[in-house]
Structures are given as structure tokens and as C-alpha cells.
Nanobody
Framework: VQLVESGGGLVQPGGSLTLSCAASGFTFSSYGMSWYRQAPGKKRELVASITSAGGGTNYADSVKGRFTISRDNAKNTVYLQMNSLKPEDTAVYYC?????????WGQGTQVTVSS
């Protein structure tokens, strides 16, 4: 199982970014996917999750209405569209899946929201 995130960067408050997570090594379309984030000095927290077929999604209260998780099972990729970004969204963002009940994580991508 391999997960590779991309798309992070520096963005001004109010701006947008789209993160991508390319998956390989397992049958992507059979597994739910999640995005987590970890800010300096804080615990890693769940941001959003999506079911295997994409019909069900869940969001942390702090990002509801601003972030959208989606997936393209033909491309083995999960996305996180982030709008109206705030400085408190600054963190390393990770994608995760549970494969045979074991968690697999990507290496993370840094998102910095600052003017």
C-alpha cells in the first residue's frame, strides 16, 4: 500500500488549494479514505472521510462548508478541495486508509495559510 500526497503550499487567508492523494498497491475502489492534519504541537485530527464508492462523506466541524472530499476511483486518487482557508488550517495534511484493519498513511503535504 502506498499513498502519496501532493498539492500543498503557501496560500493567503481566504484562498483555495486542492490536495491530491494517489494510491497504489491495493484495490482503491474497495476502501474508504480519509484526510487528517497535524499542526505543530497538536494532535493529528480527522479532517474528512469518504466511503469506498464516494457516496458518503464526513467532515470535522471546523471545516464543514469550506472543504470538500472527493475521489476518482478510475484514477485511484482522493482529493481535498479547501476553500476560504484560515491561518488555523496551517498543518501537514495526510491521507489515510485502513487496509485489512491496519492504517496506512502518506508522507504528508504542508499547507501554510499566511499573509
Amino acid at each position: 500500500v502506498q499513498l502519496v500526497e501532493s498539492g500543498g503550499g503557501l496560500v493567503q487567508p481566504g484562498g483555495s488549494l486542492t490536495l491530491s492523494c494517489a494510491a497504489s498497491g491495493f484495490t482503491f475502489s474497495s476502501y474508504g479514505m480519509s484526510w487528517y492534519r497535524q499542526a505543530p504541537g497538536k494532535k493529528r485530527e480527522l479532517v474528512a472521510s469518504i466511503t469506498s464508492a464516494g457516496g458518503g462523506t464526513n467532515y470535522a466541524d471546523s471545516v464543514k462548508g469550506r472543504f470538500t472530499i472527493s475521489r476518482d476511483n478510475a484514477k485511484n486518487t482522493v482529493y481535498l478541495q479547501m476553500n476560504s482557508l484560515k491561518p488555523e488550517d496551517t498543518a501537514v495534511y495526510y491521507c489515510k486508509t485502513l487496509y485489512y484493519f491496519r492504517p496506512y498513511w502518506g508522507q504528508g503535504t504542508q499547507v501554510t495559510v499566511s499573509s
